[in-house]
Antibody, heavy 122, light 108 residues
Framework: QVRLVESGGGVVQPGRSLRLSCAAS????????IHWVRQSPGQGLEWVAG????????YYRDSVTGRFTISRDNSKNTVYLQMNSLRSEDTAIYYC???????????????WGQGTRVTVSS | SYEVTQPPSVSVSPGQTATITCSGD??????VCWYQQMPHQSPVMLIY???KRPSGIPARFSGSNSGNTATLTISGTQAVDEADYYC???????????FGGGTKLTVL
C-alpha cells in the first residue's frame, strides 16, 4: 500500500524557517510528482507546491513563491519543503500527496500522508 | 484567479441520494476531482477525471461534470458517509490548483 509520512512540523516564530520532509514507500517514487497541500485550522484545503517526478520542475502558489522551496531526493524516496520567512497565515497541517499519474503532472492527488502540523506564532 | 464554489452543507436521510455541487466558470472544460475527508483524517480521492473511481471506492459514489457545474452523487447514503467533501480542479490558464471550500455532509 502506498505510504507517505510527513515530519518536521512544529512551533516557530514569525520570520523563522522550517523544513518539512515527506518519506515515501511502497511505490516507485522516482516516477511520480509529489505535492504539498495544507489545511488551516477549521478551514479547507489549499495546494502549496508541487515537484515533477524527476525534480526538474517546481510549482508554487503565489503566496509562497520566493519563500518556500520544494525539492526531492529520489535516492532517499523523500520530498522536502523548505519554508522561510514564515507568517502566521502559514499555520496549518501540511500534507504531502502523490500525483495521480506517473511521469507527468496532472495536479490531482491519489494518496495523502497523515500530515504534520506547523504553527507560526510568537 | 479561478474559483469554484460548493454549498457549505448538505443534509440527507439514510438510504437516500446525496448530491453535492461544485460550480465554476466553464468548469465542464476542466477535469474535476472529489475528495472525502473524515474528521481528523487525511483526504481520500473519491473521483478523478470527472467520473472515474479509484480502486476500492464504492460504486455508490459517482461524478459528473458539464457546463459550469460538477456534481458528486452518493447513492444509498450511509451514516459512515458523514464527512467533508471537496472538489478540485486545475486551471491551465492561471496554472493554479483550485479547491472548493468544502461541503459538510450530514446524514440524519
Amino acid at each position: 500500500q502506498v505510504r507517505l509520512v510527513e515530519s518536521g512540523g512544529g512551533v516557530v516564530q514569525p520570520g523563522r524557517s522550517l523544513r518539512l520532509s515527506c518519506a515515501a514507500s511502497q511505490f516507485t517514487f522516482s516516477n511520480y510528482p509529489i505535492h504539498w497541500v495544507r489545511q488551516s485550522p477549521g478551514q479547507g484545503l489549499e495546494w502549496v507546491a508541487g515537484i515533477s517526478y524527476d525534480g526538474t520542475e517546481e510549482y508554487y502558489r503565489d503566496s509562497v513563491t520566493g519563500r518556500f522551496t520544494i525539492s526531492r531526493d529520489n535516492s532517499k524516496n523523500t520530498v522536502y519543503l523548505q519554508m522561510n520567512s514564515l507568517r502566521s497565515e502559514d499555520t496549518a497541517i501540511y500534507y504531502c500527496a502523490r500525483d495521480r499519474a506517473p511521469m507527468t503532472t496532472t495536479y490531482y492527488f491519489d494518496y495523502w500522508g497523515q500530515g504534520t502540523r506547523v504553527t507560526v506564532s510568537s | 484567479s479561478y474559483e469554484v464554489t460548493q454549498p457549505p452543507s448538505v443534509s440527507v436521510s439514510p438510504g437516500q441520494t446525496a448530491t453535492i455541487t461544485c460550480s465554476g466558470d466553464t468548469l465542464g472544460d476542466k477535469y474535476v476531482c472529489w475528495y472525502q475527508q473524515m474528521p481528523h483524517q487525511s483526504p481520500v480521492m473519491l473521483i478523478y477525471q470527472d467520473n472515474k473511481r479509484p480502486s476500492g471506492i464504492p460504486a455508490r459514489f459517482s461524478g459528473s461534470n458539464s457546463g459550469n457545474t460538477a456534481t458528486l452523487t452518493i447513492s444509498g447514503t450511509q451514516a459512515v458517509d458523514e464527512a467533508d467533501y471537496y472538489c478540485q480542479t486545475w486551471d491551465r490558464g492561471t496554472t493554479s490548483v483550485v479547491f472548493g471550500g468544502g461541503t459538510k455532509l450530514t446524514v440524519l
